[in-house]
């Protein structure tokens, strides 16, 4: 699949995973790989094992054919310290009880200096908080964790991280058809650019979506 025709959230996925020295990478982790549906975008690290990791064990097993598949939760990493030089996660921890602790284990099993690439959404608007729990994922994987984009920001910076990029994105269109399957591009299109009015217009601070790239201190 063409990175120019998915949503908003995969292309600043990947625009942020192409600022990193990929010779750098060893190993990496993508946290709630589900059937691996990222993982062809961490292809370009070619001399990387990669590792993906979800409870779903009928998903895992589609992964195997893309990566080394293990099963387990990200609130309980079962992976040793230091281990990562890249771990990844695309819209997984609000499906985690506890998110903090999530991004505490992430910590501790990533190398200093080691990168965690985050794809979220958050609860800073206020219509995304109304309708968010009838979106179609919700009934399959229910939202666990609630955050506003701030407090992702200093949950990260309390475990030992320091930003280095961030992406705010998605008042009103994109959240209501990001997750949903076999949208036409025409419409991705459409709602990204009607999306893209609204933030030149009303700024950051309802978008519903993030991209944050931090590394470890």
Do not use: W
């Amino acid at each position: 699949m063409k990175v120019s025709k998915v949503g908003r959230c995969t292309r600043n996925f990947d625009e942020a995973l192409r600022t990193l020295d990929g010779d750098s990478i060893g190993c990496m982790l993508d946290i709630g790989c589900g059937t691996g549906r990222t993982l062809h975008l961490l292809e370009r690290f070619k001399n990387a094992k990669r590792i993906g990791l979800d409870i779903d064990l009928r998903e895992l097993k589609q992964a195997k054919t893309k990566c080394t598949a293990v099963a387990g939760s990200g609130s309980h990493l079962p992976f040793a310290d230091n281990l990562f030089d890249l771990v990844v996660e695309f819209h997984t921890f609000h499906h985690i009880d506890n998110y903090a602790k999530a991004i505490k284990e992430v910590s501790r099993c990533l190398r200093k200096g080691g990168h965690f690439l985050m794809v979220e959404a958050v609860n800073d608007n206020p219509i995304f908080r109304f309708l968010r729990n009838m979106h179609p994922i919700a009934r399959k994987m229910p939202i666990e964790s609630n955050f506003l984009y701030r407090e992702l920001i200093d949950t990260l910076m309390r475990n030992g991280f320091a930003v280095k990029s961030e992406k705010r994105f998605g008042i009103m269109f994109e959240f209501a058809i990001g997750g949903l399957p076999h949208v036409p591009f025409f419409v991705r299109r459409l709602t990204s650019a009607i999306d893209g009015g609204l933030e030149r217009v009303f700024g950051t601070k309802y978008c519903a979506s993030c991209v944050v790239l931090a590394q470890k201190r």
